[in-house]
Every structure is written in structure tokens, then in C-alpha cells.
Antibody
């Protein structure tokens, strides 16, 4: 059974950094990818980027470039997302999900972690 | 970047109704289109991938169709557990954008 279990909620002050973890099981992280999606309160889903655990390659959404870093630790099957210089509009639930590509080249996000609420407030 | 629009933004329906949600892409994305269901306070759940393939474990009342720029998600007979928000997402090219969502309410 594939599972992704995320770290607990965080409260941060503006300008601080946050690092969210995503512990995976039931599949080989080293040959997979992980994507991160966030959802501000009452809003829709915003794709943040993805990382290939195979070669460490990343793609970040343009609006987060320079503030976000995604990493993986294949020895512990854990993915991480660090967001720096936090602002109030970074307050959101942050989700990790397995980025799966099939032999036909079609990709999707499945399954998802339970989400981590990050609150940015002075 | 590829933009996705969804219509309607919300709809009210009764148990047993057949409903259709539309997703339109700003450029052709072949069949690289996925659908997710999200219930309040929970993570999204994959329903349909590659426009029309049903994810394992998803009830057969859910179906998807379309290619190019126009796609639909259909629920053939709405059940109480289907009241949720539905998002389309394109996997044609990064950034992998989501549609704004369609909220399905109980009538």
C-alpha cells in the first residue's frame, strides 16, 4: 500500500522559513518523482513544482523560483519542501503527492499526503 | 503556461442526477488531462487520468472524455458521497496547472 505521511502543522513569522517533510512507503522513491501542491484557505489547488528522486532534477513554478527548494532523501524514503522568506499569503495547506508517469507517457499525482497547514502570522 | 477553465464553477444537484463538468485548455493538450475529487478537510483524490481512464478503485459512475482542448467529467448517478469539489489538471507540460474547481452541492 502506497502511503505518503507529512509532518505536522507549523506557525511561522513573516520572513522565516519552513521545511515540510513527506515520508513515503510502498514504492521505490529512488525511481519516482514527488510533486508539491498548496491550497490557500478557501481557494483552489496551486502546483508548486516537482522533483525527480532518480536524478534530483527539479521544476519549480515561476512565482516561487528563488524561494522554494525541493529535495529527497532516498535512504529514508522522505521528500522535503523548504519555502523561505515566508509571507502571509503563503499561509496554506501544503500537499505532497507521488508523481507517476506510465509507459504511455501520461502522468498524474497519486496518491497524496494528508497535507500540512503552514500558517504565516506575526 | 497552459490555462484551464472549468464550468460551471458550482452546481446544485440531487442524488441520482447525471451531471457533467467541463474543462477547457488554452491550447491543445491531447489527452493529458486528469480529474481529482476533493472533500472538505481532505487531500485531493485521483478519479480519472489521461482524459478517460478510470483510476483503480474509483466507482464506474465516474467517466471522462475529450481530447485537444475540451474535456468533460460525468457522474452518471450522483451519490451522497459525491458532493465535493472537482478539479481538472493538465499533465501536457510543466507547470502542471489545475483548473479553478467545480463545487457540487446538494439540492
Amino acid at each position: 500500500q502506497i502511503q505518503l505521511v507529512q509532518s505536522g502543522g507549523e506557525v511561522k513569522k513573516p520572513g522565516a522559513s519552513v521545511k515540510v517533510s513527506c515520508k513515503t512507503s510502498g514504492f521505490t522513491l529512488a525511481t519516482s518523482g514527488i510533486t508539491w501542491v498548496r491550497q490557500a484557505p478557501g481557494q483552489g489547488l496551486e502546483w508548486m513544482g516537482w522533483i525527480s528522486a532518480y536524478n534530483g532534477g527539479t521544476y519549480y513554478a515561476q512565482e516561487l523560483q528563488g524561494r522554494v527548494t525541493m529535495t529527497t532523501d532516498t535512504s529514508t524514503n522522505t521528500a522535503y519542501m523548504e519555502l523561505r522568506s515566508l509571507r502571509s499569503d503563503d499561509t496554506a495547506v501544503y500537499y505532497c503527492a507521488r508523481y507517476f508517469i506510465d509507459y504511455g507517457g501520461s502522468s498524474r499525482f497519486d496518491p497524496w499526503g494528508q497535507g500540512t497547514l503552514v500558517t504565516v502570522s506575526s | 503556461d497552459i490555462q484551464l477553465t472549468q464550468s460551471p464553477s458550482s452546481l446544485s444537484a440531487s442524488v441520482g442526477d447525471r451531471i457533467t463538468i467541463t474543462c477547457r485548455a488554452s491550447q491543445s493538450i491531447s489527452t493529458y488531462l486528469n480529474w481529482y475529487q476533493q472533500k472538505p478537510g481532505t487531500a485531493p483524490n485521483l478519479l480519472i487520468y489521461a482524459a478517460s481512464s478510470l483510476q483503480s478503485g474509483v466507482p464506474s459512475r465516474f467517466s471522462g472524455s475529450g481530447s485537444g482542448t475540451d474535456f468533460t467529467l460525468t457522474i452518471s448517478s450522483l451519490q451522497p458521497e459525491d458532493f465535493a469539489t472537482y478539479y481538472c489538471q493538465q499533465s501536457y507540460s510543466a507547470p502542471f496547472t489545475f483548473g479553478p474547481g467545480t463545487k457540487v452541492y446538494i439540492k
